[in-house]
């Protein structure tokens, strides 16, 4: 069974600070991972993901992640944070091989402040 | 390409009454879902679909029914609705199996935001 823990539901950053939103996950077969964000009265929209090969995946909107394996990790980041950046975001994971079933996390709200 | 599309966008019901959320997508994706969130507690699946006749239940599905009679639909079914099924629902699609090392991703629908008093 899979599953994902995202730790805090807020996170505040100012414009052009560095952002960390942390992503950790239980899984019993090599899993695929994913981010998703939620803007605000809309749908989830994915972000970047990790299926095989290079553990740092770039994202749209200059977002990236990092599979760390040894630490059960997928932290997605982002140098410089934007008014625009302010949304939910959610991990997610699937095992690999098997059927797309995503299993998400509770999400983390991102405020950004000017 | 509209993508997955649900209405309605909002709906207030009353205690035991009954309404059917609806979803379709025009995108021939064979998987179709299901999910509620509720703040601070994520998505949960309530069912989903792997293809036409064929449905299964997810982590959250008492008070819920669907039917999946065409590739393209996907509706929802509340029969008798109780306060705790005020959530926002997502419909979401996709091809379901990740194949050669591509991943095809899930489409989301924007929400159906429901309230039951």
């Known amino acids: 069974a899979q599953s994902v823990t995202q730790l805090g539901s807020h996170v505040s950053v100012s414009e052009g600070a560095l952002v960390l939103l942390r992503c950790n996950y239980s899984?019993?077969?090599?899993?695929?991972l994913f981010w998703y964000v939620q803007y605000p009265n809309q749908g989830l929209q994915l972000l970047l993901k990790y299926t095989t090969g290079a553990t740092l995946v770039k994202g749209i909107n200059g977002f990236e992640a990092e599979f760390k394996k040894s630490e059960t990790s997928f932290h997605l980041t982002k140098p410089s944070a934007h008014m625009s950046d302010a949304a939910e975001y959610f991990c997610?994971?699937?095992?690999?091989?098997?059927?797309?079933?995503?299993?998400f996390g509770k999400g983390m709200k991102l405020t950004v402040n000017p | 390409n509209a993508g997955v599309t649900q209405t309605p966008k909002f709906r207030i019901l009353k205690i035991g009454q009954s309404m059917t959320l609806q979803c379709t997508q025009d995108m021939n994706h064979n998987y179709m879902y299901w999910y509620r969130q509720d703040p601070g507690m994520g998505l949960k699946l309530i069912y989903y679909s792997v293809g036409a006749g064929i449905t299964d239940k997810g982590e959250v599905p008492n008070g819920y029914n669907v039917s999946r009679s065409t590739t393209e639909d996907f509706p929802l079914r509340l029969e008798l609705a109780a306060p705790s099924q005020t959530s926002v629902y997502f419909c979401?699609?996709?091809?379901?199996?990740?194949?050669?090392?591509?991943?095809?991703?899930?489409?989301f629908g924007s929400g159906t935001r429901l309230t039951v008093v």
């Open positions: 997610a994971v699937s095992p690999q091989g098997g059927s797309e079933k995503l299993v």
């Open positions: 899984s019993s077969v090599p899993p695929y």
């Open positions: 979401a699609s996709s091809y379901g199996i990740i194949t050669g090392g591509k991943y095809h991703g899930y489409t």
